[in-house]
């Protein structure tokens, strides 16, 4: 995860914009990718990022800047996109979200990168079926990258329902993909 200056986020809780800009433009990268991943919707994970970003400004001065802000921030995000599916509409996988997983399981380029609606077709195919803390689980941990202390702090979980979540989440979608005919 990025580490922020201490300076920059004592000049943030001053109420210092340009601070929070650099902020900002440092972290959206992250949020939007986090928040696509969970929602398999482009205009979904805009609005978190900007949510996210109003809650983070709102909530900065009670921020502790010993703690890791990747990880306060990765917590509000996750919190809000939980709070969106839980909300919102189920996934519902979509014609074509099949041959896009095709597509890609073909692809040999280690170094390829999806765009935005290839994640989003993956993404609503594979996690159809999650539960929003199965889902929110498997991003952090599987497509994130972060470390299981990372998301046990993030999701307020115990190692064993971060390890249960997982297990459950991967169980899904290797089923999900016998389905498909993928061994």
Avoid at 31 to 55: C, G, H, N, Y
Avoid at 77 to 102: F, N, T, W, Y
Avoid at 160 to 169: F, H, I
């Amino acid at each position: 995860m990025i580490p922020t200056p201490v300076n920059i986020l004592i000049q943030c809780q001053n109420g210092d914009r340009e601070a929070f800009r650099s902020v900002v433009q440092t972290y959206q990268r992250m949020v939007f990718s986090l928040a696509l991943k969970m929602l398999a919707d482009e205009d979904d994970a805009k609005d978190v990022v900007q949510e996210t970003f109003i809650r983070v400004w709102q909530k900065i001065g009670g921020f502790d800047v010993r703690r890791s802000f990747a990880t306060w921030l990765y917590t509000i995000a996750s919190r809000l996109c939980i709070d969106h599916i839980k909300r919102g509409r189920r996934l519902v996988p979509m014609p074509d979200d099949e041959s896009v997983l095709q597509r890609f399981a073909a692809e040999t380029d280690s170094q390829r990168t999806l765009e935005n609606r290839e994640w989003v077709s993956i993404v609503r195919l594979m996690a159809a079926d999650l539960s929003p803390k199965q889902r929110l689980v498997f991003t952090l941990c599987q497509l994130e990258g972060l470390s299981s202390d990372e998301v046990e702090q993030i999701t307020g979980l115990n190692a064993r329902q971060v390890k249960s979540n997982l297990y459950a989440a991967r169980q899904t979608i290797r089923e999900q993909l016998k389905h498909l005919g993928y061994e």
